[in-house]
């Protein structure tokens, strides 16, 4: 099932976006994760969050500012940014785990999407 992030954008810091991820019906039964990776450095985890959205779980570096969300009905995943800082500048990917809790890391982790690019300003 392909996913569709999109919402990414150019912002000040402090300012607020709202991404979302178009994740299909095959994926209303798995976690979703959030992650990002900016030029020349690993993928990291950002948030993730469980099958009916009951769990959820944040990079230390987020917590606090980001909220993750999903509609099942709708087949959507969101996260919240707010208070945005430019060390949270990258490309913004939405993920589906193979299982139902929320992981952080990426090997639980076996459908991508394309990306969507948050730049933050200072």
């Known amino acids: 099932v392909q996913l569709q992030a999109s919402g990414g954008g150019l912002v000040q810091t402090g300012g607020s976006l709202r991404l979302s991820c178009a994740a299909g019906?095959?994926?209303?039964?798995?976690?979703m994760g959030w992650f990002r990776q900016a030029p020349g450095k690993e993928r990291e985890f950002v948030a993730t969050?469980?099958?009916?959205?009951?769990?959820?779980y944040y990079a230390e570096s987020v917590k606090g500012r980001f909220t993750i969300s999903r509609d099942r009905a709708k087949n959507t995943l969101y996260l919240q940014m707010n208070n945005l800082e430019p060390e949270d500048t990258a490309v913004y990917l939405c993920?589906?785990?193979?299982?139902?809790?929320?992981?952080?890391?990426?090997?639980?982790?076996?459908?991508w999407g394309q990306g969507t690019q948050v730049t933050v300003s200072s």
């Open positions: 019906r095959t994926s209303s039964n798995n976690a």
């Open positions: 993920a589906r785990s193979r299982y139902a809790t929320g992981s952080s890391q990426v090997d639980h982790y076996i459908a």
């Open positions: 969050i469980s099958w009916n959205g009951g769990a959820t």
